[in-house]
Each structure stands twice: as C-alpha cells, then as structure tokens.
Antibody
C-alpha cells in the first residue's frame, strides 16, 4: 500500500520560506508515469493544486504560485519537497502531498499538515 | 474562483439518492479530460471516490457512481447513510492552467 507523510514546521513567519517534505513508502518516486504533487486547502475552503514533480524530475507549477514555488526530489530518500517563498497569512493552509497517477487522478494522499503563517 | 462549479451543499434523508453536479468548460471537461471525485470526511485528507469519470477504486461501495457528458459531470449516491456526510470535490485537468483543477466542493448533509 502506498503511503505518503508530510513533515515540516507548523509555524512560519511572514516573508520567510515554507519548507515541507513528503516521504513516500510503497512506491518509488522514480517509477515511470507518476506525478508527485502538492495540494493545499485554506481553512474551511476548497482544494488548490500547487504543482508537481514528474518521475523524470521535470516540474510544473500553478501559475498563480509559480514565482514563489519550488518542488524538488531526493530519490535516495524517496522524498519530494515543497518550498514556498515570501509567505504571507494568505498561505496559511493544510498542505497535502499526493500521488497523481496515469489517469491524472490523485489516488494516494498524505494526512496533511497545517502550516500557519504568523509572527 | 474554481474553474469547476459545484453546488455548495446538498442534503438527503437516509436511504435516499442524491446527485452532485460539476460543471466545467471547453478547456477541461469539454476537452475530453476525465473527471475524478473525492470524499473528504471532517478533519481528514480527501479520498479518491471515482476516477476516470465512472470507475470506483477497490473498497468504494457501489452506492457511489459517476457520469460525464460534455462539459458536465455528476456524482450519484444511492442508499444514503449517515457516514456519507462529508465534503465532495470534483477534479480534472485544465489546458489553460496546464494542471489540475478542483471544484469548490459540495457539503453533503444526511438529514
């Protein structure tokens, strides 16, 4: 069974960089055809796709966040990471990592981690 | 603002049938991209409920079914149960975004 687990600070100061890591078990992030994504959910709101890193290492980001987002991977640890720069209170959200399969559906999700941006 | 439009809420009595609509456009559902549905119980991560318009992952009861036609899709839930109370989201790929988009979510209340 594929499992994903987010980790990282739950509190980030405004203007700093939010950094989260997703550890994957039960699948290899280098396995062909898979996208490894970050999605966030503002408190009481809907889901927003942030971006993905493909198994090959290529990345694509939501244009609304593109200037501030970097997604990278560490194949040796089977992890992928999210960095979001210059955060404000509007970036306070639950952040999920997820696997996107061949059908472009998110078939496995992490449990999510709440990140609060506050001084 | 979500590119996929869902009703904010629906409700039904136990045992009844409800449907949740998801309306897109020519850059997503109308471009022949599949729709997927997720169930999010309170305080938990979304769970894949329907993929590829009509398919149920292993373990999802056949009370849940999906359909798609043109720029619209629907999720139907028959034999409503109390434990179906949750938020439901549709999702697809959008060519304008070159990425995934979600509907705004629908809160299901079982009366």
């Amino acid at each position: 069974q594929v499992q994903l687990q987010e980790s990282g600070p739950g509190l980030v100061k405004p203007s700093q960089t939010l950094s989260l890591t997703c550890t994957v078990s039960g699948d290899s992030i280098s396995s062909s055809g898979k996208y490894w994504s970050w999605i966030r959910q503002h408190p009481g709101k809907g889901l927003e796709w942030i971006g993905f890193i493909y198994y090959s290492g290529s990345t694509y980001y939501n244009p609304s966040l593109k200037s501030r987002v970097t997604i990278s991977k560490d194949t040796s640890k089977n992890q992928f990471s999210l960095k979001l720069a210059s955060v404000t209170a509007a970036d306070t959200a639950v952040y999920y990592c997820a696997r996107e399969g061949h059908e472009l559906d998110f078939d496995f999700w992490g449990q999510g981690t709440l990140v609060t941006v506050s001084s | 603002q979500s590119v996929l439009t869902q009703p904010p809420s629906v409700s039904g009595a136990p045992g009844q049938r409800v449907t949740i609509s998801c309306t897109g456009s020519s850059s997503n559902l109308g471009a022949d991209y599949d729709v997927h549905w997720y169930q999010q119980l309170p305080g938990t991560a979304p769970k894949l409920l329907i993929y590829g318009n009509i398919n149920r992952p292993s373990g999802v009861p056949d009370r849940f079914s999906g359909s798609k036609s043109g720029t619209s899709a629907s999720l139907a839930i028959t034999g409503l149960q109390i434990e179906d109370e949750a938020d439901y989201y549709c999702q697809s790929y959008d060519t304008s975004l070159s990425g995934s988009i979600f509907g705004g979510g629908t809160q299901l209340t079982v009366l």
